[in-house]
Nanobody, 119 residues
Framework: QVHLVESGGGLVQAGGSLRLSCAAS????????SSWYRQAPGRGRELVAT???????NYADSVKGRFTIPRDNAKHTAYLQMNSLKPQDTAVYYC?????????????WGQGTQVTVSS
């Protein structure tokens, strides 16, 4: 019922900035969490940042102080603003949304976008 489309990935130098976008369409009511995950080769998928419907945010220790997760409710879009990027941030980044409807949680994923940080 929810379709997530990601954009904004690319190649940047260490210390640079990048902003990822995650646009939601379809039946978007009832979304309780919007999150960004990332996965590097040989590593598991890890949670990077989350924002709740009420605006509460959480960040992984590895990105705290460098990344933020702003959103535009009118556009049904969440962003991942990445500053002071490090080579260790290189990964495929995935947008995630959790929707609570009909006494059940539904989970949706974006297609993933590659972020590469050169040293």
């Amino acid at each position: 019922q929810v379709h997530l489309v990601e954009s904004g990935g690319g190649l940047v130098q260490a210390g640079g900035s990048l902003r990822l976008s995650c646009a939601a369409s379809g039946s978007t009511s009832g979304i309780t969490y919007s999150s960004w995950y990332r996965q590097a080769p040989g590593r598991g998928r890890e949670l990077v940042a989350t924002i709740t419907a009420s605006g509460h945010t959480n960040y992984a220790d590895s990105v705290k102080g460098r990344f933020t997760i702003p959103r535009d409710n009118a556009k049904h879009t969440a962003y991942l603003q990445m500053n002071s990027l490090k080579p260790q941030d290189t990964a495929v980044y995935y947008c995630n949304a959790v929707q609570f409807v009909k006494l059940a949680e539904r989970e949706y994923w974006g297609q993933g976008t590659q972020v590469t940080v050169s040293s």
